[in-house]
Nanobody
């Protein structure tokens, strides 16, 4: 089992950059595929990005490709989401999640552990 704690959210202006972090407990962090999702009130939680166990392969939603970068540091048990050129439509609660099966996936239901989320608000 793994516990996840996100940080780094806040209020930024359109065009700014922001880095989210997700710290994981436990000694088996490197065995999980890690993902970032986001959710706005009244809408379904949506996929943002995922990174393989080694960090060598990443997958992105089309709307974030080229602006966001997911990475991980297995020595620090942490996954990051670097958000560049943010837009007001990026405003959401951002969640990190862990997939214990180990397959890179965009499917919300295939992630087994979730953090509590961190709010990102982008003003225009």
């Amino acid at each position: 089992q793994v516990q996840l704690v996100e940080s780094g959210g806040g209020v930024v202006q359109a065009g700014d950059s922001l880095r989210l972090s997700c710290a994981a407990s436990g000694r088996t962090f490197s065995s999980y595929v890690m993902g970032w999702f986001r959710q706005v009130p009244g809408k379904k939680r949506e996929f943002v990005a995922a990174v393989s166990r080694s960090g060598g392969i990443a997958q992105y939603s089309d709307s974030q490709k080229g602006r966001f970068t997911i990475s991980r540091d297995n020595a620090k048990n942490t996954v990051y989401l670097q958000m560049n050129r943010v837009k007001p439509e990026d405003t959401a609660v951002y969640y990190c999640a862990a997939n214990q099966i180990g397959l890179l996936t965009m499917e919300l239901g295939e992630y087994h552990y979730w953090g509590q989320g961190t709010q990102v608000t982008v003003s225009s």
